[in-house]
């Protein structure tokens, strides 16, 4: 009888301690993958297989604390593109035996982080990170290519070209209503970014004694209250060869428009970026043909595309969607903006990227403002 007492004691000491190891093993994996997400945009653009993978002992609740605060400054909590698919479930809908199961993983992890050592602030760090990105990137990475988080911006970057394939920033209404005295002085140079070698980076040299100027992607006039972000703004990423003229006109026109309606919608959120449009040659052969400048061969876009995205403070209503693409020339300065519009399935096609893709683009209907693109000749 002894026996078989001592095998049962061995057997579910042995199945207890196997437990609480993995247990533990699995807690800190979590934290480790959410400590890479805050420097990895590919482990953080995942997250949602990496997390639904772990989820027999993790739940959900970590993850959708830092999206339902994100939700909420956002302002569209209950809109369709703010829900996840690791939003708790609502207590009156789940069994008792559910209940009791989500209650003792909470309590199981704040056990788990007390016998690992974890430090709470850390933990506090990590998910503003994280929610400072998912901020930015609320509706997805256009691509994946040598992405880079900056602290009002997220861009990825294109070595071959020295310029960025698209930059995506999120204006808030009110940053726009404030004013830092330091941002008074611009930067006189633009700022190397020293996380890239130079060997794919432009530098000053590139743009003198040259046709082109050097120009925001992401306008620094959009961060006026913070200089640190106003300041990264003239970081030689965010940096691309534009025509003078296209500058001083059109494009600020078209900045200034965004502005306007991040004061109107509280927020929005815009994709920038460079193209490369084909032109014809002959009657059936097409040619990209684009100009490069400096030692450094940065390559000066044929196009700039702007695409810009408002959240209605409403709910449940689908968010408005508006794509221009300009000429990199010296165009006519009294044009209409609304001549600029373009369909934003013709600059996917040319850009070779995807805009709010993901699981929001297939259950919400965007609204897309204007017609096809227009073909400006050179």
Request: glycine share 6%.
């Amino acid at each position: 009888m002894s026996t078989y007492i001592t095998a049962t004691f061995c057997a579910v000491t042995g199945a207890t301690f196997f437990v609480l190891g993995a247990l533990v093993q699995q807690d800190i994996s979590c934290r480790r993958i959410k400590a890479i997400m805050v420097t990895d945009p590919y482990v953080y653009q995942c997250r949602t297989h990496i997390f639904r993978a772990l989820e027999l002992f993790w739940g959900s609740t970590k993850m959708s604390v830092v999206d339902n605060k994100t939700a909420r400054n956002s302002g569209v909590e209950n809109t369709p593109s703010a829900k996840t698919s690791f939003e708790q479930p609502d207590i009156g809908s789940v069994s008792l035996f559910e209940q009791f199961t989500l209650w003792s993983r909470t309590k199981a992890h704040k056990i788990i982080a007390f016998m690992t050592f974890s430090a709470g602030h850390r933990e506090d760090n990590l998910e503003k990170e994280m929610e400072h990105v998912s901020g930015i990137m609320k509706y997805g990475f256009p691509g994946m290519d040598e992405v880079r988080v900056y602290k009002n911006f997220v861009l990825s970057y294109d070595r071959r070209n020295r310029i960025a394939h698209w930059v995506c920033e999120h204006i808030k209404k009110e940053c726009l209503e404030l004013r830092d005295p330091k941002t008074l002085h611009k930067p006189s140079l633009y700022i190397t970014d020293t996380s890239i070698l130079p060997t794919f980076c432009a530098t000053m040299r590139d743009f003198r004694n040259s046709d082109w100027v050097g120009g925001h992607m992401a306008s620094p006039q959009n961060y006026k209250c913070d200089v640190v972000k106003f300041t990264e703004a003239y970081k030689f990423p965010n940096i691309v060869p534009i025509n003078r003229g296209l500058k001083n006109h059109i494009w600020l026109r078209l900045e200034n428009y965004v502005r306007e309606l991040a004061l109107k919608f509280g927020s929005v959120y815009v994709y920038t970026g460079p193209l490369f449009m084909p032109q014809r040659i002959t009657f059936r052969n097409w040619s990209v043909r684009y100009h490069v400048t400096g030692m450094n061969t940065v390559a000066v876009p044929t196009h700039f595309f702007k695409i810009i995205i408002c959240d209605e403070n409403v709910d449940g209503a689908t968010p408005l969607m508006e794509g221009f693409v300009v000429p990199n020339a010296d165009v006519d300065k009294e044009m209409d903006l609304r001549s600029f519009l373009s369909d934003i399935r013709d600059i996917e096609h040319f850009a070779g990227l995807k805009f709010y893709d993901g699981q929001q683009r297939d259950q919400i209907d965007m609204v897309v403002h204007g017609p096809s693109m227009t073909d400006f000749e050179e």
